[in-house]
């Protein structure tokens, strides 16, 4: 029987690791996160400090500070040794990851410690590969914003063992009271498998001149029910994550439905991020 998970590592403290970070903390786990250098690091307390002053202002958590006290953000990788469920959330680049997890393997002494990545397109299996444990590590994919999306999906690659995929569902559901769903190890996954062609059919009939970006959005959010339209939608997730997405996905399955718009290309050229930059499908200056 394996021992319940309480001590947990995070790599990268940017938007999905800090959000990582948090809600582990919240559940009472003792967290260490790895940054690149100092600077960094701070950033990514200030990240972290920022979200839980506001939970606390909204009444979402009774104190703030015995949470953060929880949290330690470091920059050496050999602090993450005693580890048990580790979770990388650094930039979406292959090698980069396949470098990490194969130092990640080299520190982490635990002999039943769960290597998870947060990747939203990247093959686990190519991770997994770089470590000397395949059969523990896996898909651990988390939404943005970590702190309200309640869904993760967990991606066992074809090397990971059933253990290790119930291990890590024990904590994400039973510790951090998350729902999971679970899904192959292919691009996409099953939310934005569904999603990013959603999207990119919204962004083909704008390009076409078919309607306009308000009644698209209005034609979804009226006619069935979405909180939002795509075109917001995809604004709020940045136009770039979704060209990223969607070029992942042409690249797995060559599929027209996953083709980049012409537009959408142009768009992230320009500089036209969504709401990150100001300018989307929507002004927001
Ligand atoms: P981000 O750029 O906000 O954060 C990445 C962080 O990793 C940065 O702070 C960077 O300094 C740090 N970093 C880079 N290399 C490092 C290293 N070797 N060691 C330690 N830290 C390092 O990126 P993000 O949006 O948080 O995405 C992180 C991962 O999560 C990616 O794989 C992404 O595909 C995935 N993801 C993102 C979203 C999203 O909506 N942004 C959703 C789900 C999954």
């Not at 990490?100 to 947060?118: C, G, H, K, Q, Y």
């Not at 797995?252 to 969504?274: Q, T, W």
Request: with cysteine; hydrophobic share 45%; proline share 4%.
């Amino acid at each position: 029987m394996s021992e319940t998970i309480s001590r947990i590592g995070i790599i990268g403290c940017g938007l999905m690791g800090a959000g990582i970070a948090e809600v582990c903390a919240k559940a009472g786990s003792d967290v260490i996160v790895v940054e690149s250098d100092d600077e960094r690091a701070k950033a990514g307390r200030a990240r972290l400090e920022k979200s839980l002053t506001r939970a606390q202002e909204r009444g979402k958590i009774d104190d703030a500070a015995a949470v953060l006290e929880r949290v330690q953000v470091v920059t050496e990788i050999a602090s993450l040794a005693d580890r048990q469920l580790v979770i990388e959330a650094i930039v979406e680049d292959e090698q980069a990851k396949v470098d990490l997890f194969a130092r990640l393997d080299e520190v982490v002494t635990d002999p039943e410690a769960i290597l998870a990545s947060n990747t939203s397109s990247i093959p686990i299996v190519n991770i997994a590969g770089a470590t000397s444990r395949p059969q523990q590590v896996m898909g651990v994919h988390f939404f943005n914003p970590v702190p309200v999306l309640r869904l993760v999906e967990l991606v066992p690659a074809l090397t990971t063992a059933d253990a290790t995929l119930e291990r890590a569902r024990e904590y994400v559901e039973g510790t951090l009271g998350k729902e999971a769903i679970v899904c192959q190890d292919r691009a996409g996954f099953v939310v934005n498998s569904l999603l990013i062609p959603f999207i990119l059919s919204a962004v083909r009939m704008y390009e076409g001149g078919f309607a306009t970006a308000e009644d698209i959005d209005k034609g979804m959010v009226l006619g069935a029910a979405h909180p939002q339209g795509p075109l917001a939608l995809a604004d709020l997730i940045g136009l770039d994550t979704c060209l990223s997405a969607a070029e992942s996905m042409y690249a797995e399955y060559k599929e027209p439905l996953h083709a980049p718009p012409a537009l959408l290309r142009r768009m992230v050229s320009a500089g036209h991020l969504g709401r990150k930059s100001g300018k989307g499908f929507y002004d927001y200056s």
